[in-house]
């Protein structure tokens, strides 16, 4: 069964503090996705990545950073996380090859800044 | 700008059937994608539309109007399993995702 797995469902950071997200995919992906999803928005592309050590924003890229070293995992980082940055976040891959660009989403991290 | 709209939240009886809307203005067209998301769960994919006309698969269906900027998610003999939040994504010229906020769909007994 194809899987995305997310680190951690559930963290608590204290503003300021750096937050490391994970996000492993077993599908041989080349493309991946980092997502926030807030109530009453739709979802919102931070960054993505189409190859290992490749990265592009996406639309709200600011406050966040990201890292593809190794093709399956891709990793967001909150360099100085703030309350505005509360939020449930959502790792996605693809394939993009000729197909219908299909998402596959891993379960999630809600992140809660105090 | 771009814009997808689809209602906020639907009301449905068990073993109905029950059509949302998703109504959308892109900067292009490469295709709409309705996915499934149960309450803290990941969304799974449902369907993907981009020629015109209608796409069935079991109890739901989804239809492409890309003249009219307009799709719709038909579910037929609902169960209680289908109360669920249901996100519409349009693909745009540069290939990328545009989302809707969601249709939280609530089925009662």
């Known amino acids: 069964d194809v899987k995305v797995t997310q680190s951690s469902r559930y963290l608590v950071k204290r503003t300021g503090e750096k937050v490391f997200l994970e996000c492993v995919q077993d599908?041989?992906?080349?493309?991946m996705f980092w997502y926030r999803q807030d109530p009453g928005l739709g979802l919102r592309l931070i960054y993505f990545?189409?190859?290992?050590?490749?990265?592009e924003k996406g639309d709200i890229p600011e406050g966040y950073s990201v890292s593809r070293e190794k093709k399956e995992r891709f990793s967001l980082i909150l360099e100085s996380a703030s309350t505005n940055q509360t939020s449930m976040y959502l790792c996605?891959?693809?394939?993009?090859?000729?197909?219908?660009?299909?998402?596959?989403f891993g379960e999630g991290s809600r992140l809660t800044v105090l | 700008g771009q814009n997808i709209d689809q209602p906020t939240e639907m009301t449905a009886t068990e073993g109905a059937i029950v059509q949302i809307n998703c109504t959308y203005q892109t900067s292009g067209f490469n295709g709409l994608f309705w996915y499934q998301q149960h309450a803290g769960e990941a969304p799974t994919f449902l369907s993907y539309n981009v020629l015109d006309g209608l796409e069935e698969k079991g109890r739901f269906s989804s239809f492409l109007s890309r003249s009219k900027g307009y799709s719709y998610l038909l579910l037929k003999e609902l169960q209680m399993k289908d109360s669920a939040s249901y996100l519409c994504?349009?693909?745009?010229?540069?290939?990328?995702?545009?989302w809707g906020a969601g249709t939280k769909l609530i089925i009662k007994p």
């Open positions: 599908m041989d992906h080349e493309n």
């Open positions: 994504a349009v693909r745009d010229s540069n290939y990328q995702l545009i």
């Open positions: 990545s189409y190859d290992v050590k490749m990265k």
């Open positions: 996605a891959s693809s394939t993009g090859q000729g197909d219908n660009g299909e998402l596959f």
